[in-house]
């Protein structure tokens, strides 16, 4: 396959971005596009030009590092796959692709593709956890945990943090990351202790990091990767309400 | 140098509680005076720094990636054993410990070993308590599925995503440290160098991926939890970031470095595409739970089936060589990795492959048959999901082709039993040692190993060290000469890689180096192919310093750099691995020499003159590494020829 690429190329965090026309040729479909990428880069190394800058660690769709916005979707045109999962079979011999980094508030360009999202880490520090110290827990059956709950929480758990839900929606609202990791650990008898706590702490520290609000669009449901549910942003606002009823 | 394994005297399930009882402990005043540097957030690196902050040590971790949230041990599929017996089906510490000592086909440290079954049970508590989502049965219980090279159901999972679960369980423990000032977390951070003040490890030097600044950091204590130099042979398993390099740089600093040519190669992965390929993906082993392996019996259907003239779901099942389960009837599908892997190999040589011609089929025909399509969707839809994403082939309707593929170190950094390596004050934890699978590690004992060392096993050992590092003061690294000189190397090495300015680019050279490794180092090695490996090896070594063009500048992000920096590495460890398998002459677990094999083709090991560990001691760039051996002695146990027929 032969492509045009227009790329966001970005120097640093200040610079101002532009976009950039690379052609590229004789693409296999079999490959993947961050492969398609790869042949982009040594070709642009060869000329000796810098390279295209882009997060990527795993490549089979579990680590959450890489996040295109191509052809204005996230992770690009399939569904329930991340920016590594997608392939060149997608595209047709002469399409042009526009390739652009996750645009929000939250996630300021680090260089070309790359962006920060050091806020998620800060989101969970502020109380997405259950506060056991290593050596104190319970025998792991003493707790019974029904299925459908155990199935429920391990839905919402398969969040991989790779901010498509931030980035395809209209307010860069962050709320379906957070709502997986409170509704996971809400489910659980063992996370139910902290539940209010938990809520309240994310919550302020994602308004405090300047991401929107959730107008229920539920265009962050379509994106992720993981097929996490806009019922656990029901969920939340649930155990919102509920930590805002208690002092 | 005498290498010391400090094994505790006494009978073998007594030797870790006998320790613990007997260990220089640290005060909790005196914790806090301590700092600790842990490089790598995966689950060793991450459970480590959560569970020594939660102790009141100063933490500081490090992580390359932008979270530590992503470290590599997020992609592991199946699961992680544990000897709870649950299933009652005759589970114990000892049969967990056997097996895994078999499975490693006797060249893993008994002490070791046991050890890590006895602390399994611990780890799934903590998990669950952490809110870990593991499969539960409908009276709520936990679940357990069966792996390779176990008689018994041992295996806790988390769908298809067990890795990341219980990652994320311990990136929360470590979140919880952060937040509460007892770790403090680089993250886009890579280590460069690992600082010695007087022969004891000090620090380490570090780039910060993003402004390209060279950092000294000082710590009484360094655990490198950085996982595994799999990447060597450039296509495999593991993320495309995972290197070798903070292991390499302890070994040139005089750390002993482990079996390095133990190497595991993963026998359900997707076959290699094409020559843009830059990753395998695995099929987790618990497909093999209720997936058959099987080619065709005759070649001309193999044929047909390559040139796409016959499909695989018209060949009769009487023309179907299900041939693990002819060659293995005990253990049949779920034989142990190396074996799975040297067979399917085997068939493939002979021409019986399909695909395009290296790989074999996995099929879930009987399974969805027996069991119904909805059971295989609960139990594997995302693995089905994540194929035909791949592939554009729906595993449901017709079998998925697989192949080996290069995915976990059993070598590594040598360690004694408190898991120190033989530089006093710096260890090694996780798939970065050498110290627990031997020669092959059994699927879901990764897991196993890396929450063990992080959670129930540093914590302690380390403060039988630190408990002698009572009053060394906190240094200052950016005022002290050996820091400085540290740097000035980190400096010195990053201005001759950018000046080379040559054709080539980082990955084209690493492609060169990958496929001599997996040619000449791989799943079949032979005296000839490893003397030539090594030759070519070092032809590509002189063309990387040769010819390698890293565009752009050192003081600002660099992938180019950051991958050149790992590289040369790599074509260092490349060579030792093939020395280490050059001088193993026979077959066990991962390593199998051609000239080393049974009439049927099974491994020959050679007891009487290799039942050692291989630690080689660097000398130089321009010398032979100096081996040691650390003889392995089985106080408790019979060895055996390992048997997966009967």
């Given amino acids: 396959m032969d492509l045009t690429l227009k790329v966001w190329r970005q120097e640093n965090r200040k610079a101002k971005g532009r976009f950039e026309t690379y052609a590229i040729k004789n693409i296999s479909p079999d490959s993947s596009f961050l492969e398609m990428l790869d042949v982009l880069n040594e070709q642009l190394i060869r000329e000796g030009q810098e390279p295209v800058v882009f997060d990527h660690d795993c490549r089979e769709g579990i680590c959450g590092t890489c996040g295109l916005f191509i052809n204005g979707r996230a992770h690009g045109p399939d569904e329930d796959i991340t920016t590594c999962q997608l392939h060149m079979r997608k595209f047709k011999d002469g399409d042009t692709i526009v390739v652009e980094p996750w645009r929000a508030g939250g996630f300021p360009v680090i260089k070309d593709l790359m962006v920060d999202r050091t806020a998620f880490d800060k989101i969970l520090q502020a109380g997405g956890f259950i506060s056991i110290n290593t050596g104190s827990a319970p025998d792991g059956n003493a707790s019974l945990v029904a299925k459908e709950k155990a199935d429920e929480a391990m839905d919402a758990a398969a969040c991989i943090g790779c901010g498509a839900c931030v980035a395809t929606c209209k307010n860069s609202s962050a709320m379906l990351f957070v709502a997986s990791k409170v509704s996971q650990l809400a489910v659980l008898p063992q996370g139910k202790t902290e539940a209010v706590r938990r809520a309240k702490a994310m919550v302020a520290k994602m308004d405090e990091l300047g991401f929107g609000n959730c107008t229920n669009t539920g265009a962050c449901e379509v994106e992720c990767p993981k097929n996490v549910s806009l019922a656990h942003i029901a969920r939340l606002n649930r155990e919102f309400l509920a930590a805002n009823l208690k002092p | 140098m005498n290498l010391n394994a400090k094994i505790p005297s006494g009978p073998l399930a007594e030797k870790w509680s006998t320790y613990k009882s007997t260990q220089n402990l640290v005060n909790p005043a005196n914790k806090r005076k301590f700092d600790i540097i842990v490089v790598g957030t995966g689950l060793a690196g991450a459970s480590a720094a959560a569970s020594l902050g939660e102790l009141g040590f100063k933490v500081k971790n490090f992580c390359y990636q932008d979270s530590p949230r992503r470290a590599h041990s997020i992609a592991a599929q199946g699961g992680i054993n544990a000897a709870k017996n649950y299933q009652n089906d005759g589970d114990s510490v000892y049969r967990l410990f056997y097996d895994t000592i078999k499975g490693g086909d006797y060249r893993a440290r008994e002490a070791n070993v046991y050890r890590l079954a006895e602390v399994s049970n611990k780890i799934i508590d903590q998990c669950v308590g952490q809110g870990v989502p593991f499969a539960r049965d409908y009276a709520g219980t936990l679940h357990n599925r069966s792996f390779g090279g176990a008689l018994v159901s041992r295996t806790f999972y988390a769908r298809g995503q067990t890795g990341q679960q219980l990652l994320l369980g311990a990136y929360g423990a470590l979140n919880r440290q952060i937040a509460a000032g007892n770790v403090k977390m680089y993250h886009r951070t890579e280590m460069l160098e690992l600082v010695i003040v007087d022969g004891i490890a000090r620090g380490i030097i570090t780039r910060n991926l993003e402004t390209g600044a060279l950092e000294p950091h000082f710590g009484h204590a360094v655990v490198l939890a950085t996982g595994g130099y799999g990447n060597t042979y450039f296509l495999s398993t593991m993320a495309m970031g995972s290197n070798g390099s903070a292991a390499w740089k302890a070994y040139k600093k005089g750390a002993l470095f482990a079996n390095p040519a133990f190497v595991q190669i993963h026998p359900t992965c997707i076959p290699v595409h094409g020559e843009f390929q830059s990753k395998l993906t695995l099929m987790s082993e618990s ?198 000189k540290a740097i000035e190397e980190v400096q010195g090495r990053i201005n001759k890689l950018m000046s080379i300015k040559g054709k080539r680019s980082v990955d084209s050279l690493h492609k060169d180096l990958g496929h001599v490794m997996w040619n000449h180092v791989g799943m079949g090695r032979t005296k000839e192919g490893l003397e030539e490996g090594i030759r070519m090896i070092r032809e590509v070594r002189e063309a990387f310093w040769k010819e390698v063009r890293i565009p752009g500048k050192a003081d600002g992000f660099n992938v180019e750099l950051e991958k050149a920096c790992r590289l040369a590495d790599f074509l260092d460890l490349g060579e030792l691995m093939a020395k280490d398998a050059l001088h193993r002459e026979e077959s066990c677990g991962g390593h199998f020499r051609e000239e080393y094999q049974t009439e049927e083709g099974e491994a020959l090991r050679d007891d009487v003159n290799f039942k050692y560990v291989a630690a080689w001691e660097y000398q130089g760039d321009q010398k032979e590494a100096k081996l040691y051996k650390e003889p392995l002695d089985y106080e408790f146990i019979e060895i055996k020829t390992r048997n997966y027929k009967e």
């Fill in chain 2, 287 to 484: 497909l093999r739970n209720d997936g058959r392996i099987w080619v065709p019996k005759e070649l001309d259907d193999a044929k047909n089936i390559r040139e796409g003239k016959l499909k695989p779901t018209d060949l009769p099942e009487d023309k179907r060589d299900y041939y693990l389960e002819r060659r293995y009837p005990a253990f049949g599908n779920l034989v142990p990795r190396d074996v799975a892997s040297r067979a399917a190999k085997e068939r493939c040589d002979a021409r019986y492959g399909v695909g395009t011609g290296q790989a074999v089929y996995l099929d879930f025909k009987e399974a969805i048959g027996r069991l119904g399509k909805k059971v295989i969707e609960e139990r594997y839809g995302n693995l089905f999901q994540m194929y035909e994403k791949i592939v554009d082939e729906n595993p449901y309707e017709t079998p998925m082709m697989i192949y080996p593929a290069i995915h976990y170190t059993m070598g590594g950094l040598w360690v004694d039993y408190e898991l120190q390596t033989t530089i006093p004050g710096l260890f090694a934890i996780g798939e970065a040692n050498f110290s627990d699978h031997g020669a092959n590690r059994l699927g879901a004992s990764a897991l196993m190993q890396g929450l063990a060392d992080g959670y129930f096993v540093l914590p302690f050992t380390i403060q039988n060290y630190l408990a002698t590092q009572l009053g060394v003061a906190r240094m200052d690294p950016a005022n002290h000469p050996e820091f400085s």
